[in-house]
């Protein structure tokens, strides 16, 4: 990552969507939803991506303001197809993996159904839902179940090059999962009968 330095304090400046952390690109993104004026949008979004307060943006070289301007229209444009699909990821020390979607419980279903509904803002949570730390019991090796509200917190630092490959990986097992599911309408065409 590139770094601009400003009295002797070097600042992040991020080169890709998956240079931030979960809870910076939820809110960059509802910034590119807000009605906000240009310089505004901009000091905001600079704080946002690198940590340097609005009394010292002035004080940014024009190469780095430069720099820091066409990265951020890269980080818009940047698409989570960019980034390779992962079935499990580590953060703090431990190891996420995608929970078994065929035998996915009602509940966790219905409560993935809820979190979907409010986009980007819950997207700690739906990783929470989708992916979850494995434990050992008498049973062999199960997921943890402790409650997705809980573990979704850890989520706010993560990676987004984590996050990413993460839901790239989801979407494609979702999408080998719909290909495998029956085609027939006949249990349609009995229930209307």
């Known amino acids: 990552m590139l770094k601009a330095n400003i009295n002797g304090t070097r600042y992040p400046l991020p080169e890709s969507l998956g240079d931030l952390t979960l809870s910076q690109f939820i809110e960059f993104y509802n910034l590119l939803e807000a009605d906000l004026k240009t310089d505004e949008f901009e000091k905001r979004v600079i ?12 004080s940014l070289s024009l190469k780095d303001y430069k720099t820091l301007s066409y990265n951020i229209s890269l980080i818009a444009e940047d698409k989570f197809e960019n980034y390779f699909p992962k079935y499990k990821f580590k953060h703090h020390g431990e190891t996420y993996h995608l929970i078994d979607l065929e035998n996915m419980s009602f509940g966790t279903y219905l409560d993935l159904n809820n979190e979907l509904q409010n986009g980007f803002d819950n997207l700690p949570q739906i990783i929470a839902i989708l992916f979850k730390r494995k434990k050992w019991t008498l049973k062999g090796r199960q997921f943890d179940d402790t409650d997705y509200l809980t573990v979704a917190s850890y989520f706010n630092n993560l990676p987004m090059y984590k996050v990413l490959g993460a839901l790239s990986f989801f979407l494609f097992s979702l999408n080998l999962y719909s290909e495998t599911l029956p085609t027939s309408s006949t249990g349609q065409e009995a229930a209307t009968s």
């Open 47 to 58: 704080y946002l991506l690198t940590g340097i307060p609005y009394n010292l943006q002035n």
